[in-house]
């Protein structure tokens, strides 16, 4: 069975320092990713999508990027963390070409930044 | 561009009655609809879809939704509501196109009282 891996869980950073969270999928060859910020337990901002290895499209202009070095691997990543970068950010996964299906979401990265 | 949305921030209800949240969605074309929830500090969870057929759709966990193209509507509903179903509820919407992204609504709190 497919399942989808998020770290840390939680992480407290400063202003100003850089970040990367990370997300793997098992299980599944290919897959759509997609990286999303959730903002107050509310909706969910879609940042960053892939369709394939080093294929990013980004939805939002702002302070952070994604890469994806590998098949099932997905990265979040800033050079400098601004106060408004925080929330909770969700990795999610989706079979390719198969709009119909749903998406599969790990369970996060709450980000503080002090 | 499509969009969704969930009127109510918030639903209560008593346990063993039953329970609707309410989801209204615009797209191009025809849509896949989607029920995902959230408990707290959490991913999202696939609970239900509609791709085509019958308009009542059953999922995981005893919850339903009902399709009605005409209200472009896609409530979710549950017949009698447990203490473990308070979470947030979020609606989604696809177009039926292979370069079509999910859409999601703000999210509703359902909350059961014993």
């Known amino acids: 069975s497919q399942t989808i891996h998020q770290w840390p869980a939680t992480l407290v950073q400063p202003v100003g320092s850089p970040l990367s969270l990370e997300c793997t999928v098992e299980g599944t060859s290919n897959p759509n990713l997609y990286w999303y910020r959730q903002a107050a337990g509310r909706g969910l901002q879609l940042l960053f999508y892939s369709v394939g290895i080093g294929q990013i499209s980004s939805e939002v202009p702002q302070n952070l990027s994604a890469s994806r070095p590998q098949d099932r691997q997905f990265i979040l990543s800033s050079k400098k963390l601004l106060l408004s970068d925080s929330g909770f950010y969700l990795c999610?996964?989706?079979?390719?070409?198969?709009?119909?299906?749903?998406?599969?979401f790990g369970d996060g990265t709450r980000l503080s930044i002090l | 561009a499509q969009s969704v949305a969930q009127p109510e921030d918030q639903v209560n209800v008593a346990e063993g009655n039953p329970l609707t949240v309410k989801c209204t969605y615009s797209?191009?074309?025809?849509?896949?609809l989607f029920w995902y929830v959230q408990y707290p500090n959490r991913g999202l969870q696939f609970l239900l879809k509609y791709i085509t057929g019958d308009n009542l759709v059953k999922g995981s966990y005893g919850f339903e939704a009902e399709f009605n193209k005409s209200q472009t509507s896609f409530h979710l509903k549950k017949p009698s509501a447990l203490v473990s179903d308070s979470a947030l509820y979020f609606c989604a919407v696809r177009p039926n196109t292979n370069a079509g992204k999910s859409t999601f609504g703000d999210g509703t709190t359902l909350t059961v009282k014993p």
């Open positions: 999610a996964w989706s079979v390719p070409d198969r709009v119909n299906q749903p998406q599969h």
């Open positions: 797209v191009s074309g025809n849509p896949y």
